[in-house]
């Protein structure tokens, strides 16, 4: 249903289907001018957006599927992120949450426009959001600050983050979650050739201990 709902909709933005109150015409149709699949219809779509709807939905896209409208506009300051954004749930890649919040319609779309920005941008950008989440205060979980630092290349800072949402996760009783936290940072100290002092390795290891005594 999607890709339909899509294909569609780049059909009459191309001018292939033109929709003039209760009548449509449908004009030639080139199969080798017709994406095969939805995400080449994104591409295709995206295409024939202007500059500053490409740089929000890349912008929506690094901070994740749901996106809060003062994180994007943070990362680009001199654009009505609410605007452009606004303008995107008309045209069907988004859909408003609240009066705070967006979110790309189908997971797929989000990383389709992910995939198109290069690692230096896609690093760029999380750096931004994850300094923006440290300046917005609660409401924001460790881990999810922690992977914005990893994406960035920032790997002591994300290490930080990813252990004190294991603490977290130990605290409130998820060993599994605490256990895949640990996992996580285990993967960041290898992806970023981390070396740590003693201290910090016994607290993951009792963390580790600890959750995987009550998960049996």
């Known amino acids: 249903p999607y890709f339909c709902e899509q294909l569609l909709k780049s ?22 001018a017709i994406p095969s699949t939805v995400e080449g219809v994104i591409v295709s779509r995206l295409d024939r957006f202007d500059l500053e709807s490409q740089q929000c ?7 994740g599927r749901r996106h809060l409208i003062a994180t994007v506009q943070a990362c680009l300051p001199t654009v ?5 954004l606004e303008g995107m749930g008309a045209d069907g ?6 009066d705070s919040t967006f979110e790309f319609q189908h997971v797929i779309a989000r990383d389709v ?14 750096r931004i959001v994850a300094d923006q989440l440290e300046r917005s205060g ?16 920032e790997y002591a800072v994300a290490l930080d983050y ?4 294991a603490s977290d996760a130990l605290g409130s009783g998820s060993f599994a979650g605490t256990v895949a936290l640990l ?11 981390l070396e740590l002092g003693a201290d910090q390795r016994a607290r993951l290891a009792l963390q580790r201990a600890r959750a995987s005594y009550y998960l049996g």
């Open 183 to 193: 996992d996580e940072a285990a993967d960041v100290c290898v992806a970023g050739s």
């Open 93 to 98: 890649l988004l859909r408003r949450v609240n």
């Open 57 to 63: 939905l890349k912008a929506a896209s690094v901070v």
């Open 162 to 165: 990813l252990e004190r949402a």
């Open 80 to 84: 009505d992120v609410a605007a452009v």
């Open 113 to 126: 426009v992910y995939d198109l920005m290069t690692e230096q941008q896609r690093r760029q950008l999380h």
């Open 11 to 32: 059909l009459v933005e191309n001018g292939t289907i033109v929709i003039n109150g209760p009548s449509v015409t449908l004009g030639l149709l080139d199969s080798a």
């Open 138 to 153: 609660g409401g924001v979980s460790a881990a999810t600050v922690g992977r914005h630092w990893r994406q960035a290349g």
